[in-house]
């Protein structure tokens, strides 16, 4: 395996670990994984994985889990049954404002704008 196909491989396993880590329900038992616990789980270290996905994609290891994070709420924002602050706290947000804020940072619009533009209701 070469160089490329081994960061290749480590930012699948990466997104592997998040997506498993959110469909087993530890997000919301435990809120936000460290990115030192992700790094544990694949049995490398922090620094390792940062560094990678960084030359890799030009996103650090944070900015993937928000990105990931962000995808989850558009997910859930479309099911207008919770509240935004409720999406907030299923994602591992302790403060629904912070999850507001970020979600505008990185959509351009805010949580509650988004579920109006593509609500089917």
């Known amino acids: 395996m070469n160089r490329k196909e081994l960061s290749t491989s480590l930012i699948e396993q990466f997104n592997e670990q998040l997506s498993q880590y959110v469909e087993s329900g530890q997000l919301q038992e435990n809120g936000i994984p460290s990115i030192e616990q992700i790094a544990d789980k694949m049995g490398i270290s922090q620094r390792y994985l940062s560094d990678t996905l960084k030359k890799e994609t030009g996103k650090t290891t944070t900015e993937h889990l928000q990105l990931l994070l962000i995808d989850e709420a558009k997910n859930m924002l479309l099911h207008p049954s919770k509240s935004i602050a409720e999406v ?34």
């Not at 999850?99 to 109006?116: H, N, W």
């Open 88 to 121: 907030a706290y299923e994602l591992g947000f302790e403060y629904p404002h912070y999850f507001s804020r970020l979600f505008k940072k990185k959509e351009g619009i805010s949580p509650t704008a988004y579920r109006e533009k593509f609500s089917v209701n």
